[in-house]
């Protein structure tokens, strides 16, 4: 399995800049990618990246040369960003040629105002 | 309407009780994935499916059972629901496999087994 870590959880305060950091064995040539879970809902995917810096209208990610860790940086957050964050890599292609991937426990961020 | 859906959205049984879980998508995508999540456990892979007719276990089948006769349906069945299952369901799919390929996500179903 292609494994993550990343912190448990974090709290920020609104108008900061939050950074979550991932760790991962990459034992594939795989994307690094994001997610956004809320309370009662499923999660939904954010950003998305291979190496070196990617940036769309919700987030920056930010991945060195060795591709061993990403840094997910949310701008500015809000309290409505208040939620659970997963990284994900995807794990090595079974015997049939299918890849699925692990999620996780994620980080908790946790906005204060 | 187009996307995800999965049926019921709670349910409520009994230990030793068979339940099927529902999962419908309408874009096509060739994979698709069944999680449970329970409390400080993020989410944990069930079952997931390359396509119809193909199906593979993940971290936690014991005590499930999937199937996929056709792409859009994805039915995750507990044969004898037990406690240890109560727990909140997610259908998934994607249009390949690995993690460069989206997930999209249902909105989910709560199951509570007495």
């Known amino acids: 399995l292609a494994k993550t870590t990343q912190p448990i959880s974090m709290d920020s305060y609104e108008g900061q800049e939050v950074n979550i950091t991932c760790s991962h064995n990459?034992?594939?040539?795989?994307?690094i990618t994001w997610y956004q879970q809320f309370p009662s809902q499923g999660p939904r995917f954010i950003i998305q990246?291979?190496?070196t810096k990617v940036t769309n209208e919700v987030a920056s990610l930010f991945i060195p040369a060795d591709r061993k860790s990403s840094t997910l940086s949310l701008p500015r957050v809000s309290l409505s960003d208040t939620a659970v964050y997963y990284c994900?890599?995807?794990?090595?292609?079974?015997?049939?040629?299918?890849?699925?991937?692990?999620f996780g426990t994620g980080t908790k961020l946790q906005v204060i105002p | 309407d187009a996307g995800i859906t999965q049926s019921p959205r709670y349910k409520i049984t009994e230990t030793g009780r068979q339940v099927t879980l529902m999962c419908h998508q309408t874009?096509?995508?060739?994979?698709m994935f069944w999680y449970r999540q329970d409390l400080g456990h993020g989410l944990r892979l069930i079952y997931y499916?390359?396509?119809?007719?193909?199906?593979d276990k993940g971290e936690v089948p014991d005590g499930y059972v999937v199937s996929r006769s056709k792409t859009e349906n994805f039915p995750l069945t507990l044969e004898s629901a037990t406690r240890s299952q109560t727990s909140v369901y997610f259908c998934?799919?994607?249009?390949?496999?690995?993690?460069?390929?989206?997930?999209?996500f249902g909105p989910g179903t709560r199951l509570t087994v007495l």
């Open positions: 998934a799919s994607s249009a390949g496999g690995g993690s460069y390929n989206e997930q999209f």
């Open positions: 990459i034992a594939t040539n795989d994307y």
């Open positions: 990246g291979y190496k």
């Open positions: 994900l890599v995807g794990d090595p292609m079974n015997s049939g040629g299918y890849q699925k991937v692990t």
């Open positions: 874009w096509s995508h060739s994979y």
């Open positions: 499916s390359a396509a119809a007719d193909i199906t």
